[in-house]
């Protein structure tokens, strides 16, 4: 593989600025320049290990002789992951264009691996205070803030959680309460209707006592006159309707409760 042609700034390292959370600084772009010091038209390329973070423009194109280009490379507004910063990378991949190819697609086509030029620049993240992400001894406070955060998101969780059991013991209280008001409700229906039904039996019992009592008067009498009878039977006739009201009231209640 030939050595790289063309002149490369910064020569090593790319820097971009982050906050201390680790997302990108969205105002900040890194520039990378490229200059072509030969007689000859050099094709260029600009590759990345994280294609998806980054905005390259241009990423591509030809540089004539003693031309020159800037390489504007702008973050994504997206989370640098600690376990990922060492891994950032980007390559200046590039070729001499061949005498009399105008498609330039077609040439990195066709070109030979053994025809390319490669130089690779690693990644610098640096925070609002110019500290270095990449350096060892400052991941301590990049810890320290990612503890933070993870704690702020777990008390946030636990708050909803706390928040969510209240208002389920609250719901089980009302239900609680409902379902003792309407025990208590059954119950005293329920001794309503006993009361009834003593009620009831007992009205049966002097129907039947005032029924015989009568009768006998009846037959003692039926020799003597018919107008006393009538006169006990109208007697009667009030509590018979009363009795069987009362019994009526009590089937009702029965078959409702039962």
């Known amino acids: 593989m030939p050595n790289q042609v063309l002149i490369i700034e910064p020569q090593n390292e790319l820097k971009f600025r982050v906050d201390f959370s680790g997302l990108f600084d969205q105002g900040y772009t890194t520039y990378m320049k490229l200059s072509n010091p030969t007689n000859d038209t050099v094709l260029f390329k600009i590759k990345t290990t994280a294609p998806k973070k980054y905005y390259v423009r241009p990423n591509s194109g030809s540089l004539e002789p003693n031309g020159k280009v800037d390489i504007a490379i702008t973050p994504q507004p997206v989370y640098v992951d600690p376990n990922e910063k060492h891994k950032h990378k980007f390559m200046v991949q590039s070729v001499i264009a061949p005498e009399g190819k105008t498609n330039i697609e077609q040439v990195w086509k066709e070109i030979s691996p053994d025809q390319l030029m490669d130089y690779k620049l690693r990644c610098v993240f640096e925070t ?21 955060r993870v704690a702020v998101a777990d008390e946030a969780k636990a708050s909803n959680a706390s928040h969510s059991s209240s208002k389920a013991f609250s719901k089980s209280e009302n239900v609680e309460s409902d379902l003792q008001k309407a025990t208590n409700e059954v119950i005293h229906l329920r001794e309503e209707e006993s009361k009834l039904r003593h009620e009831n039996l007992r009205l049966k019992e002097e129907l039947l ?42 089937i009702i209640i029965g078959k409702f409760f039962m």
């Not at 609002?128 to 503890?147: C, F, I, S, W, Y």
């Open 128 to 148: 609002p205070r110019g500290t270095n992400l990449n350096d060892a001894g400052d991941n301590a406070a990049q810890n320290e803030v990612t503890k933070k």
């Open 209 to 250: 006592r005032l029924h015989q009592q009568v009768g006998g008067e009846q037959v003692a009498a039926r020799g003597h006159s018919y107008g006393p009878e009538k006169k006990e039977q109208a007697v009667l006739m009030p509590w018979l309707a009363i009795a069987i009201g009362m019994a009526l009231l009590g």
